[in-house]
């Protein structure tokens, strides 16, 4: 029951910044209603952040983490090379598909003409 109240306050603060950005509209500096929605998303964000599931979030968001430095990312030499070959690969798809393409769009237009 707790978790949801922060959640539910944690909404309302966001809330409560968009409504004042709106109602600050002709009234305030541009930024000034900007960071008023700023501090809003950063209250509800600290908030919902205090709950069971924002800490389980956050738990998450560092394993993720962890696991990305983990992984063996290809060098730069590496990454280009492959993203020539897809490009290639692709170019050749593109070419085939358009001739497979003229070569029915002949052949439905030969049968509708009777010439077959």
């Avoid at 009234?27 to 924002?54: D, I, K």
């Avoid at 992984?71 to 593109?94: C, D, I, K």
Wanted: aromatic fraction near 6%; hydrophobic fraction near 60%.
């Amino acid at each position: 029951m707790a978790d949801r109240l922060k959640l539910l306050v944690a909404g309302l603060c966001l809330l409560a910044g968009i409504v004042a950005f709106h109602v600050l509209e002709g009234e305030a500096a541009t930024v000034v209603r900007v960071l008023v929605v700023l501090v809003g998303l950063v209250a509800g964000a600290a908030v919902a952040l205090n709950s069971t599931q924002g800490r389980e979030f956050l738990a998450f968001a560092r394993e993720s983490r962890d696991e990305t430095r983990k992984v063996a990312w290809p060098s730069r030499r590496e990454a280009t090379q492959m993203t020539l070959v897809v490009f290639g690969l692709v170019l050749v798809m593109a070419l085939f598909l358009w001739l497979i393409d003229a070569l029915l769009f002949e052949a439905v237009e030969a049968l509708i003409r009777g010439a077959v």
